[in-house]
Structure formats: C-alpha cells, structure tokens
C-alpha cells in the first residue's frame, strides 16, 4: 500500500526517486539522502544511549532496534558507493580545514562513521547580518573580529565534492519492506523523534531514583489483570 502511494504520486517513475516529490502522504516528501541521514541519526543515538546504564530497560530496547534498522539500512548500499567512500575520506584527510564547523561540508561522527553535512548558509547570513544604529563598545569589538574571520573559504576551486551516490527506488523499496515501518521518510521521522526522547531523558537522568518515593500502593490501581476477569477456562469434553 506504501509503495503505491508513492508510485501514484510521482509523475514519472523511474529508476531513482527525485527529492521532493510527494510521496503520497500528505506533507511528506521524498527525501534526498535518507541511507546517510538514517545512519547518522542512529549512529547519534547509539552514542547518547551510552549515556543510560547498563541495566535500562529503556536503553536495551531502544539500542536492540536502533541497531537492527542500522544494520538493514548498512546492507543496501548504491552503486559506486565504495568508490565514493574511499575517495570522500580522502579528501576528508587530506583537506580537514575545508570540513570544519562553519565551513560549506562540516565532517561529523557518530558511533564510529564519517559524515559530511551541508552547512547552513542561512545561519551564515544572519550571523553577518550587522545591526543599524548606535553601538556598543562591546558590539563593536564583536563586528570587528567577526570581520577579522572573514567569510567562509571557497574550496571548490581546490576539490569538488561529491554527494553519497543516489539509492535506486527498488533499493529504497527493499529497505521500506525489511523494516516495515512504512516509507523511508517516516522511518526517519521516527528516528528522529527517537532522538530527541533519548537526549531528553539523558538530560532528565530519568534512570535516578525519585527523589519523593511514592507511597507503597500508589500503582497497584494500574496493574494488570486488576479489574477485568480472567480468561474463560475451556468447557469440559
């Protein structure tokens, strides 16, 4: 039923889906990278999981899926792919300035694997974005070294770099089908949720002991079994 959404929704279907197209799901599009965005993100959250003890239920549940779906998305790889990874981290090493923060491709890591994300040349924008009227001494100096840093450095003209080679649409299909969570833009969107609820309960250190202990019983309402019958025993032949 995904599937045909998505196939109902492109124009023209081909061997790979194009970015941004509706996906057929109201509001969702295709996205343009999901196999590294979804490594990334489970990667991220494997490394905010180590931050829970060893003994959380929470942390063994969430790590035995994250992993499952990370291991899924790692066996589907595009074609080129291991020609485009060794000379990414070519490139990587070789020119490290070029992949620092602030810089057009930031290198990020998460549980062990390389990533380049695009900057965000909007922050870039605001960031050299000065305000009109009088100043402060303080507002000066922050202009003046801001100016002192200068814009991002153009590196195109040093190595062009290139994307993670496209996954094919029956790639995207095969990995949709393993997991089962729907299309590739929702597991996403879940991952990403995932996310988030792991960095807010690691914040919240929410495996600590209360510190108000409630009061023996307060649960036993919300047991289970507690207010409905037990199952039917079976008539006697």
């Known amino acids: 039923m995904r599937n045909t959404l998505r196939c109902l929704a492109a124009v023209k279907p081909g061997r790979y889906l194009e970015a941004g197209n509706p996906t057929g799901l109201t509001g969702l599009f295709t996205h343009p ?27 063994q549940s969430t790590e035995a899926l994250t992993k499952h779906r990370m291991r899924i ?5 595009p074609e080129g792919y291991e020609e485009w990874a060794k000379n990414a981290a070519e490139k990587i090493e070789k020119y490290p300035e070029a992949f620092r923060p602030g810089e057009k491709y930031v290198h990020l ?7 380049v994300k695009i900057g965000d040349q909007e922050d870039e924008d605001q960031e050299w974005a000065l305000s009109e ?11 003046v070294a801001l100016l002192k840093k200068g814009r991002r450095k153009d590196y195109s003209d040093v190595f062009n770099w290139e994307p993670e080679p496209s996954l094919e649409a029956s790639q995207i299909s095969e990995a949709e089908n393993q997991i089962g969570g729907g299309l590739i833009e929702e597991v996403i969107q879940v991952a990403e949720g995932e996310l988030k609820l792991v960095e807010t309960m690691a914040e919240s250190e929410v495996w600590e002991e209360l510190e108000e202990k ?24």
């Not at 979804?38 to 929470?58: N, R």
């Not at 890591?109 to 990533?115: E, I, T, V």
């Not at 009227?133 to 202009?143: D, L, M, N, Q, V």
């Open 33 to 59: 990278a999901p196999r590294s965005t979804l490594l990334y993100i489970y990667g991220t959250t494997l490394d905010k999981l180590k931050a829970f003890p060893d003994h959380s239920v929470y942390r």
């Open 73 to 77: 998305i790692e066996s589907i790889k």
């Open 109 to 115: 890591s998460a549980s062990g694997q390389d990533f």
């Open 133 to 143: 009227g009088t100043r402060s001494s303080e507002e000066k100096a922050a202009e």
């Open 214 to 237: 409630p009061p023996q019983g307060q649960w036993d309402y919300f047991a289970r079994d507690q207010h409905t019958p037990g199952t039917q025993e079976p008539p006697n032949k």
